[in-house]
C-alpha cells in the first residue's frame, strides 16, 4: 500500500509544483518553469482535446480530486478492521464507558 501512495503522491506533487511555479513564473532559469511554456502546454493540450486552453486546469484539478478520492477510499477499505476498531474505542470514551472515574467515587474531600 506504500508504492500506492508513493506512485499516487509522485506525479500529483509533480505536477502541482510544475503548475504552481509555471504560472506565478518562477522558472529559476529552467525555460520549463516559465509561463510562456505553461501558456504553450495549455494550448497544445487545448488543441489536442478541441477544448479552450483556460478550462484545462480546473478539468485536471477534479480529476486529480477523484483521483483521490479513489486512493483514499481504497485505503480506508485495506485499513477498515483498524478503523472500526478507533471507530468502537471513540465511541467508548465518548459515552463514557471506558472506565473512567465518575462523580459519585471520587473523593468528598475539601
Partial sequence: MK????????????????YYLSYYD???G????????HDLVFQIYGNILGIP???????????IAFDTLLVFALLAFRKRAEILAWWKRR?????????????????KAP
Fill in 30 to 37: 529552467i525555460y520549463m518553469l516559465t509561463r510562456q511554456m
Fill in 3 to 18: 508504492w500506492v501512495l508513493i506512485f499516487w503522491a509522485a506525479p500529483v506533487s509533480f505536477l502541482g509544483a510544475w
Fill in 91 to 107: 465511541q467508548e470514551w465518548r459515552s463514557g464507558k471506558a472506565g473512567l472515574p465518575r462523580a459519585e467515587s471520587l473523593s
Fill in 53 to 63: 486552453p483556460e478550462s484545462i486546469p480546473p478539468l485536471v484539478a477534479r480529476a
Fill in 26 to 28: 518562477m522558472s529559476f
